[in-house]
Each structure stands twice: as structure tokens, then as C-alpha cells.
């Protein structure tokens, strides 16, 4: 099954950006009844999140969502087999000059659909290093390692812990780092994602004061007709604080806010409350 998704994602990167888009939303549209689990995961998010929505905007939204993310996820081809020229004209970057004046520098990417785009267009230009999680199925995971790493970057597995990042920090290399999923009650703690409860890990904070880097936020833009969109924000000021709390919640507060910007973009396909406070239901 696997090599037949990779043929047809290889196929995609032929087509005009616009086509292979609409196709890619058009899987969406399909895989949205064809995947009941990540459906009920999504719609569960979406309620928690957005109560005051009713329930046909949060159906609109869900449905959007696997528009979005299949979109971006077929069009991994073009990241993975295309010429650097095609991905610079795929992805578009923004406020490079907030990655300038700093020895050290965290690019802190939270999970929307596109920040794979971004990750192979910094690569063209920047050595860039990221921790990734072990897949289940392990054609897709040295596929996707190997095409993140086609350009020279660093993937680090999860399982090496904080101090392989650290390390590599240290040498002067980007570190992409995504923080923003539930990754269990070790390293973290809970503050409110509009306004549940969710287990966020502290490393952003950790690894910022302990290399001494600057946290460059970046955020991904998906584009109607194709393509894609790069923010990257001033770097933060008085971060980290002393306050661990205070720091995962500064930066939940920002996803929150780039979320309310195009909310089908972000990864509501995670289980996202899936760690609980102590004597709390599960919601999944």
C-alpha cells in the first residue's frame, strides 16, 4: 500500500499546482468517510475547542481540515522528488530577516498542515536539524527521512532525548522544533488550548534557556490555488521566563491566535487532549 501512495504522489508533482491541489482536496474530501477514527478525533477536538460553534460550522471545519491536510500531505511529493527550483517557487518565506543577529536560533513551528513545505525550503538555505517521531510503518518512515534529509538536513528520532538537540543547537544549526502535540505526561505540563486543559511539553523553554537560543516562531501558510506561504515572527523577548507554566502558555496563546486565522489548517487530526488531569475522563 505504501509504494502505491508513494507512486501516486510521485505522479501528483507532474501535474500544475493548481490541479494536483484540487485533487489533493478531493482525496480529502473522500478519505474524511473513509478514516472513522481521525474523523471522530477531529470532530472531538473541534468541539472542545470551539463549543460556541454550532454543529454544522464545526462539520464545515472538520471536513475542511482533511481537505487541507491530504492536500499537503500528497503534495510531500514535490518536497521529496521536485528540483530546488520547484520548491522555491512552491513555498514562500517571510520576515528572514527575524533568523539574522542570532548565534543560536530555535525555529518553533507549530503543527499546521503545510509545516513540511517550510521545512524542505529553510533546508535549501540553511543547515536545519528536527526531532521526529518513530512511524508505525517503517517504508513511509525512511521515506519521509530520507526526503527531509535530501538536502542536507538532520533528523533526530525522538528517543535520542533533549540533549542531542541541545548538541546540535550549539553548532550553529537551525533547529526546527514542533512542541506543540501531546506527548504524554513526562516533561510536561497542562495549560489551557482554548480553554481545555492539554498536556504541553516544556522543552521550548528548556532548550532555549539551556543553549541560550533565540525562539523564532514560524508559521505555515496553505494558499487557495496552490502553494504555500512562510511567516517567520520577531524572536520572542523575556523568553524563557522562570515560570514553566507561563512559558507553555505563551506559546499555546500563540497558536490560539494563528489558529483563529485559518483554523482548518491546524492538526486537529491529533489527539490532542489525549493525556488528562488526574481524575479526569477521557474525551477520546
Not at 513555498?91 to 507549530?110: C, D, K, Y
Request: include cysteine.
Amino acid at each position: 500500500m505504501s509504494r502505491l501512495v508513494f507512486a501516486f504522489m510521485w505522479f501528483m508533482r507532474l501535474l500544475p499546482l493548481g490541479i494536483s491541489s484540487r485533487i489533493g482536496a478531493g482525496v480529502g474530501a473522500m478519505l474524511f468517510w473513509l478514516i472513522p477514527e481521525r474523523r471522530k478525533v477531529t470532530r472531538i477536538n473541534l468541539e472542545k475547542c470551539f463549543p460556541r460553534q454550532s454543529a454544522a460550522e464545526r462539520e464545515a471545519l472538520a471536513r475542511a481540515h482533511f481537505r487541507a491536510f491530504t492536500r499537503a500531505f500528497i503534495e510531500q511529493g514535490i518536497l521529496w522528488w521536485s528540483t530546488k527550483e520547484k520548491i522555491r517557487e512552491l513555498v514562500a518565506l517571510e520576515g528572514l530577516e527575524n533568523l539574522e543577529g542570532h548565534a543560536r536560533t530555535i525555529v518553533f513551528a507549530p503543527h499546521f498542515v503545510g509545516f513540511e513545505a517550510t521545512l524542505a525550503r529553510l533546508a535549501l538555505d540553511f543547515p536545519v536539524s528536527m526531532m521526529y517521531s518513530r512511524q508505525k510503518d517503517p517504508l513511509f518512515e525512511a521515506r519521509l527521512y530520507k526526503g527531509r534529509t535530501r538536502f542536507g538536513g538532520v533528523m533526530l528520532p525522538r528517543q535520542a532525548g533533549i540533549k542531542s538537540g541541545i548538541e546540535i543547537i550549539e553548532s550553529g544549526t537551525l533547529y526546527y522544533y514542533l512542541p506543540d502535540l501531546d506527548f504524554g505526561p513526562n516533561r510536561s505540563v497542562f495549560v489551557p488550548f482554548f480553554g481545555v486543559p492539554a498536556a504541553t511539553v516544556t522543552g521550548l523553554a528548556y532548550i532555549a534557556r539551556t543553549t541560550g537560543a533565540a525562539v523564532v516562531p514560524c508559521v505555515t501558510r496553505m494558499l487557495p490555488g496552490g502553494g504555500y506561504v512562510a511567516r517567520l515572527y520577531p524572536a520572542w523577548s523575556d523568553f524563557p521566563s522562570n515560570d514553566e507554566v507561563r512559558d507553555a502558555r505563551r506559546m499555546m496563546a500563540f497558536i490560539e491566535e494563528r489558529v483563529l486565522e485559518m483554523p482548518e489548517q491546524y492538526f486537529w487530526l491529533h489527539k490532542r487532549f489525549k493525556t488528562r488531569p488526574e481524575g479526569e475522563a477521557r474525551f477520546y
